[in-house]
């Protein structure tokens, strides 16, 4: 495990918002650095990431390793750490309110769209009933979210079968 003093803070967000014990920060500590270490942004801008979407993050379903996770590859990929926390805070709003089109959208890839399937399944079980429907195209993601930012963090998490996303968890 990383020194977690070497963090500073971070870990301590992520404990508190996910309730968990002290004596796991050696794993938020690597979770963080998995993220830096495989991609393009740095402790301070991940951790003013995580800062802003944690509380939100665990209370729509998302694990800490897969808000870490996810937030290190969009960082990477889009190359925009700040853009990567836009986006998932766009894709938490879409998936707990999702517009009349959206579901109709999700039906028609025969998924449940809401914010009760993403806690059933976890955050990338959701991504991979998304991606792995017969009728996923390269339009899906803009039919559920519509946003911007929501599109272009969902597009860089299934990019290559997820393989990046799967590296940095």
Do not use: C, W
């Amino acid at each position: 495990a990383f020194a977690v003093g070497t963090l500073g803070y971070r870990p301590t967000t992520i404990l508190n918002n996910y309730q968990m014990s002290f004596t796991r920060a050696g794993e938020v500590s690597d979770a963080f650095l998995t993220a830096v270490q495989g991609g393009l942004t740095t402790v301070d801008e991940l951790g003013n990431a995580v800062g802003e979407v944690a509380a939100g993050a665990k209370t729509a379903g998302i694990s800490m390793e897969e808000l870490i996770g996810s937030l290190g590859t969009a960082a990477t990929l889009t190359r925009d750490t700040a853009g990567a926390t836009a986006g998932l805070k766009a894709v938490m709003q879409g998936i707990a309110h999702p517009t009349a089109e959206a579901a109709a959208d999700a039906a028609k890839l025969g998924i449940k769209f809401n914010s009760t399937e993403l806690r059933a399944k976890g955050f990338v079980g959701f991504l991979k009933e998304i991606t792995s429907s017969g009728k996923y195209s390269a339009n899906t993601m803009s039919q559920l979210f519509g946003s911007g930012e929501a599109v272009n963090f969902m597009a860089a998490l299934a990019a290559d079968n997820m393989s990046a996303l799967s590296g940095m968890m």
